[in-house]
């Protein structure tokens, strides 16, 4: 499974909820403190996490099962977000 490229705040806030992770359980799980993926998704498109954690939420992505990544990819055609080469299914990117 392909990552996304670079990560924003509002792409990993819609991969947290396609997970169905509160923000506690996703900040435990990419380790990182709760004030920082609250921070990503206050600032949304607007900021982009360090690269670790952009390699972190790779695998987070990568792991989630098939429903996860239909929700992920329902999320990010709702905002108007690319949806990566392999996960929307025709095999390029595209704006939702």
Same mark, same amino acid.
């Given at each position: ?11 990993? /806030? ?7 992770? &509160?923000?506690? *359980? ?7 403190? *709760?004030? &920082?993926?609250? /921070?990503?998704? /206050?600032? @949304? ?27 992920? &990819? @329902? ?10 080469? @392999? ?8 704006? @939702?």
């Amino acid at each position: 499974m392909a990552g996304l490229g670079e990560w924003s705040g509002l792409e990993a /806030k819609l991969l947290r909820k396609a997970l169905r992770l &509160t923000l506690r *359980e996703f900040a435990a799980q990419l380790k990182v403190a *709760e004030g &920082t993926v609250s /921070k990503w998704e /206050k600032r @949304g498109a607007d900021i982009h996490p360090l690269p670790r954690s952009q390699q972190l939420l790779d695998m987070m992505l990568a792991r989630a099962d098939a429903e996860a990544h239909q929700r992920f &990819t @329902g999320l990010l055609s709702q905002h108007g977000a690319a949806v990566p080469l @392999g996960l929307d299914g025709s095999g390029d990117s595209r704006p @939702g």
